[in-house]
């Protein structure tokens, strides 16, 4: 069974800190895709990573896949208050057969 | 376009019960997949469907069922519910099959007393 784990579960920090958001796993992924929930809504895609060790960036947003394909992560610079919800890593298992998703990792922007 | 949409958004049944949640994917989209998020377990893959087939199943036992109907609609029934059935079902579809990047609606909220 694929596992993906993620840390921190909790972050809560003061604006205009940064954080990072690890993702991990025994597995490997053909390719890992970011999500994040907010109170009342379903998860929302932010990005899929495909290749070992690509980095892509939305605006204050760094994601990156392992070299290995096991593990991502993903990078807030200086947070603001909107980007509190739960961040949810996913992987398409070997087979690309299905999505597998991490525990998630809920966070607070603290104004 | 719309989103997918999903319904009943909330609600409460008793022990034994049975529920039957329905969900419309994106105009388009073939592919739909439930999901069981709780507190303690996160996000529990339940099935997909594609072409009203379907295509994969998580590990729920056989209480959980589903269906996918021609115009690529599904439903998800529960039959004997039971406390710890007690979760948000969130629908999500895809253009493709398997691990494509999927499309969640709001979710059904259940509550079983």
């Known amino acids: 069974t694929q596992l993906l784990e993620q840390s921190p579960q909790f972050l809560s920090i003061q604006e205009g800190e940064n954080l990072t958001v690890y993702c991990n796993s025994s597995?490997?992924?053909?390719?890992l895709q970011w999500y994040r929930q907010e109170p009342g809504e379903g998860p929302v895609l932010l990005v899929t990573v495909v290749t070992g060790g690509e980095v892509k960036k939305l605006k204050r947003l760094t994601f990156q896949f392992g070299d290995a394909r096991k593990d991502s992560s993903l990078h807030i610079t200086a947070a603001q208050p909107g980007d509190t919800g739960l961040y949810l890593c996913a992987g398409a298992d070997s087979s690309a057969s299905k999505i597998i998703f991490g525990s998630g990792t809920r966070l607070s922007i603290r104004p | 376009k719309a989103g997918v949409t999903q319904t009943p958004r909330y609600l409460i049944k008793t022990r034994g019960q049975q529920v039957t949640l329905s969900c419309s994917p994106i105009?388009?989209?073939?592919?739909v997949s439930w999901y069981q998020q709780t507190p303690g377990q996160g996000l529990q893959f339940l099935f997909e469907y594609f072409s009203e087939t379907q295509r994969n199943k998580g590990n729920f036992p056989g209480r959980f069922s589903g269906r996918q109907f021609s115009n690529s609609r599904s439903e998800m029934n529960v039959s004997t519910l039971e406390l710890g059935d007690s979760a948000l079902y969130l629908c999500?579809?895809?253009?493709?099959?398997?691990?494509?990047?999927?499309?969640f609606g709001e979710g059904s909220r259940l509550t079983v007393l």
């Open positions: 999500a579809s895809s253009l493709l099959e398997g691990a494509g990047e999927l499309f």
């Open positions: 105009s388009g989209h073939r592919s």
């Open positions: 597995s490997v992924f053909s390719s």
